[in-house]
């Protein structure tokens, strides 16, 4: 059995930007650009349909997991009407997107079927 990874494990945190539609997807591009202006983080790519467990279209925002205390109120502000999963990397991908898992606005059910559970 593996062990619960502890906080010490946390390399960076992912923060997806969650939007259904255009508009949503232009709001979404607003927030992560200014996020980028702010802050050390780097912007995935904009998807146009379900990508990995989410359920919706999104984005995802990489930062060190020293700047999450900076990154994650700021999105808590400004995130208009885009839904945010926050979750750590910690090499558990199961627990990261399960157990260990932040919501701003609403929570959405993920696709955890493709990640091995293991704690």
Request: proline share 7%; glycine share 6%; aromatic share 14%.
């Amino acid at each position: 059995m593996t062990p619960i990874p502890s906080h010490h494990d946390i390399t960076a945190f992912h923060a997806h930007l969650y939007y259904t539609d255009e508009a949503g997807v232009e709001l979404a591009k607003k927030i992560a650009q200014a996020a980028s202006e702010l802050f050390d983080i780097r912007i995935g790519h904009f998807h146009l349909k379900p990508v990995g467990p989410h359920p919706v279209w999104s984005c995802q925002l990489s930062f060190s997991a020293e700047t999450y205390g900076a990154i994650v109120p700021w999105l808590m502000l400004n995130r208009g009407a885009i839904d945010v999963f926050v979750h750590p990397v910690t090499g558990n991908d199961y627990l990261d997107h399960t157990q260990a898992v932040s919501w701003l606005g609403k929570s959405y059910t993920l696709d955890t079927s493709i990640f091995t559970p293991y704690y």
